[in-house]
C-alpha cells in the first residue's frame, strides 16, 4: 500500500486548496481514506474520511462546510478540498488508509475505531498566514 499527498502550499486565509492522495496497492473496496492533520505543537486529528464501499463519509467538526473530501476510483486519487481557509488550518495534512472492518465505517470511525489508520502517507503543509 502506498498513498501520496500532494497540493500543499501558502495560501491567504479565505483561499481554497485541493488535496490529493494518490493511492496504489490496495482496490478502494478493502479500504476507507483518511485524511488527518497536525498543526504545530498540537495533536494531530482525524478530519475526514470517506469509503467508496459502503458510500460512508465523515467531517470533525470544525472543518464541516468547508472541506469536501472525494474519490475517483479509476484515477485511484482521494481528493480534500478545503474552502475558506483559516489559520487555525495551519498543518501538514496527512493521506491514510484503514481496513473496512464496519459498515457503514466512516460514520464509526472517530467512536468504535477511535480515528485509527493502518497506512500512512508522508504528508503535505497547508500554510494560512494570520
Known amino acids: 500500500v502506498q498513498l501520496v499527498e500532494s497540493g500543499g502550499g501558502l495560501v491567504q486565509a479565505g483561499g481554497s486548496l485541493t488535496l490529493s492522495c494518490a493511492a496504489s496497492g490496495f482496490s478502494f473496496d478493502d479500504l476507507a481514506i483518511l485524511w488527518f492533520r497536525q498543526a504545530p505543537g498540537k495533536e494531530r486529528e482525524g478530519v475526514s474520511c470517506?469509503?467508496?464501499?459502503?458510500?460512508?463519509?465523515y467531517y470533525t467538526d470544525s472543518v464541516k462546510g468547508r472541506f469536501t473530501i472525494s474519490s475517483d476510483n479509476a484515477k485511484k486519487t482521494v481528493y480534500l478540498r478545503v474552502n475558506s481557509l483559516k489559520p487555525e488550518d495551519t498543518a501538514v495534512y496527512y493521506c491514510?488508509?484503514?481496513?473496512?472492518?464496519?459498515?457503514?465505517?466512516?460514520?464509526?470511525?472517530?467512536?468504535?475505531?477511535?480515528?485509527?489508520?493502518?497506512?500512512w502517507g508522508k504528508g503535505t503543509l497547508v500554510t494560512v498566514p494570520s
Open positions: 470517506i469509503s467508496d464501499s459502503d458510500g460512508s463519509l
Open positions: 491514510a488508509a484503514a481496513l473496512l472492518a464496519a459498515d457503514p465505517y466512516c460514520t464509526r470511525w472517530p467512536t468504535d475505531f477511535n480515528y485509527g489508520a493502518d497506512y
